[in-house]
């Protein structure tokens, strides 16, 4: 699961580097009328995206495991059957990026739907760091305002 950037032979151009597998976790807080979604700000001191608001989220860990009770669907048409990792863990490690970029745990979000996966992105190959992300998507019934972002 671990991305890399490959070099050629001396004198040849870089290859391509190999995309790191992610997953993020678009929540959208409050009632259905009005919902919000939940998006943060990458500190300005990273390489990768610095300033960019994002949906939390981050690589899949070689040692992540599937959480209990997790309820996780795949939207029609979500290209998931050729990620590097099961779609279960990828949720998994959806939410526990959550927890660590916010300090929500999975009890706290009361979701009302379940983790649904509808989408995958891969960083463009001349990106000197590439991700191969699902975005999942849930809602919860957590007030927009009482979500902390670290």
Same mark, same amino acid.
């Given at each position: 699961?671990?991305?890399?950037?490959?070099?050629?032979?001396?004198?040849?151009?870089?290859? =391509? !580097?190999?995309?790191? &597998?992610?997953?993020? @976790?678009?929540?959208?807080? /409050?009632?259905?009328?009005?919902?919000?979604? %939940?998006?943060?700000?990458?500190?300005?001191?990273?390489?990768?995206?610095?300033?960019?608001?994002?949906?939390?989220?981050?690589?899949?860990?070689?040692?992540?495991?599937?959480?209990?009770?997790?309820?996780?669907?795949?939207?029609?048409?979500?290209?998931?059957?050729?990620?590097?990792?099961?779609?279960? =863990? !990828?949720?998994?490690? &959806?939410?526990?990026? @959550?927890?660590?970029?916010? /300090?929500?745990?999975?009890?706290?979000?009361? %979701?009302?739907?379940?983790?649904?996966?509808?989408?995958?992105?891969?960083?463009?190959?001349?990106?000197?760091?590439?991700?191969?992300?699902?975005?999942?998507?849930?809602?919860?019934?957590?007030?927009?305002?009482?979500?902390?972002?670290?």
């Amino acid at each position: 699961m671990q991305g890399s950037r490959n070099s050629g032979p001396k004198g040849s151009s870089p290859m =391509i !580097a190999t995309p790191r &597998a992610a997953a993020t @976790l678009v929540l959208i807080c /409050g009632s259905p009328d009005v919902g919000r979604v %939940l998006m943060g700000t990458r500190a300005m001191t990273l390489d990768f995206m610095p300033g960019a608001a994002v949906f939390p989220g981050g690589r899949i860990e070689e040692r992540e495991q599937q959480l209990s009770g997790l309820s996780v669907a795949l939207a029609p048409g979500a290209p998931a059957e050729k990620f590097a990792a099961p779609i279960e =863990i !990828a949720a998994s490690a &959806a939410v526990r990026e @959550l927890a660590e970029e916010t /300090g929500l745990t999975l009890d706290e979000l009361n %979701l009302t739907t379940p983790l649904t996966c509808y989408a995958r992105a891969v960083t463009p190959p001349f990106s000197h760091k590439r991700y191969d992300t699902l975005f999942f998507a849930a809602c919860c019934a957590l007030e927009p305002t009482s979500v902390p972002y670290h």
